[in-house]
């Protein structure tokens, strides 16, 4: 009786606690196939941007102040951007993406300044954070650019379809 | 009683299982389609014409290296690298008068000159060389590094120094050779981009 006396205070106690847990949803309400199309030496020397192509919507709530904030990651799933045709992958270095604006539905929004820029290697690496936590409803705006900086034009690349799968990652910071 | 201690203890480990970490993810998929752009431009010099009126011209023949007016200029726009290749149509040029008449197309013979904004290729035709009917890369790409590096028309540009019956070439002059009848002799030279 003792131990149940014990345990119904902590059950209640802990259920208080776990109800005050992070909670964080991460989704694509736009953009959410990236295709681009290189059909002229102009796109080949240039490169292609697809300016605002893609929207994240994030929540972030963490009430109790359990943690530090949020941080939205992006990695590649494979190491290059992968050929169809047989031929020589592209590397991922070709590839940009901006974060290039901040809508905010809910909360506030006061991390890393935009445009922000990452260029992938096939390992996590953030694109935004911040320190806000409550409540938070943000629009991310992203943008992709191919082939667009001097050390990795697509002139010389062999033509064909190229493909890689890119993984946006929520999570809290601890 | 062992029942209610051991369920109250389960429903309190069941609430750790609700103490996740927050960790979302979405994926979007990225192709690129990469056509390839391949184009070879005769800019000017399309038809060259060599007119022998005099004992001089059949002494001293026509060459592109002096002359502009046999000159050949030609830009290749090319998303990969390339090589050029070139040949005759015929093994010897054509007769219009007479069909008897004979003129070897290897009186005829071309040197590029590398006009391009870009470093010319490694191995290009960089001497007078007698035309042929065989299928000759006049730039080769064949090995890598080599030829044709992909670019622009304003990056890959070049003439084809034309020039015939000159002494030194192989052929010699055309008095040299003394049996050349008087006839309009033509000849298609085919310029090829292969990538």
């Not at chain 1, 929004?109 to 409550?134: C, F, M, R, W």
Request: avoid cysteine; charge should be negative.
């Amino acid at each position: 009786m003792r131990i149940l006396k014990l345990l119904f205070p902590l059950l209640f106690f802990a259920s208080i606690a776990f109800a005050q847990d992070p909670t964080g949803s991460l989704s694509i309400i736009g953009g959410s196939s990236v295709n681009f199309h290189v059909n002229s030496l102009t796109k080949y020397d240039e490169g292609v941007t697809l300016e605002g192509w893609s929207r994240l919507r994030i929540r972030f709530d963490d009430p109790a102040s359990l943690t530090l904030g949020w941080r939205l990651n992006l990695k590649a799933e494979t190491l290059s951007i992968i050929s169809d045709s047989g031929t020589d992958n592209l590397p991922l270095t070709s590839l940009e993406i901006r974060a290039i604006d901040v809508t905010v539905l809910d909360g506030a929004y006061n991390g890393t300044a935009v445009p922000s820029t990452v260029i992938l290697d096939g390992n996590y690496v953030e694109l935004l954070s911040d320190s806000e936590k409550n409540n938070i409803d943000l629009i991310i705006t992203i943008s992709y650019d191919l082939g667009t900086n001097g050390t990795n034009k697509l002139m010389g690349s062999a033509p064909g379809y190229y493909y890689v799968d890119l993984r946006y990652q929520l999570i809290q910071i601890n | 009683m062992r029942k209610l201690v051991l369920g109250a203890a389960m429903l309190l480990f069941a609430q750790f299982g609700f103490g996740q970490a927050v960790n979302e993810s979405a994926i979007i998929p990225v192709s690129v389609t990469l056509n390839a752009v391949s184009r070879l431009n005769i800019e000017s010099g399309g038809n060259i014409k060599f007119v022998f009126t005099s004992i001089n011209d059949y002494n001293t023949g026509f060459s592109g290296e002096t002359d502009p007016i046999y000159r050949t200029t030609v830009s290749v726009a090319s998303s990969r690298n390339f090589s050029v290749n070139m040949y005759s149509e015929a093994a010897d040029f054509l007769p219009t008068d007479n069909a008897s008449n004979t003129l070897a197309i290897s009186n005829l013979e071309y040197q590029l000159n590398w006009t391009g904004a870009a470093a010319p290729p490694t191995t290009y035709v960089e001497v007078f060389t007698p035309m042929s009917d065989g299928v000759t890369a006049i730039i080769d790409n064949t090995v890598d590094t080599e030829g044709g590096l992909a670019g622009d028309g304003e990056a890959n540009r070049f003439d084809i120094w034309w020039r015939i019956g000159v002494a030194g070439s192989t052929e010699g002059t055309l008095l040299s050779q003394g049996d050349i009848a008087a006839d309009h002799y033509v000849a298609n030279i085919f310029i090829e981009l292969v990538n």
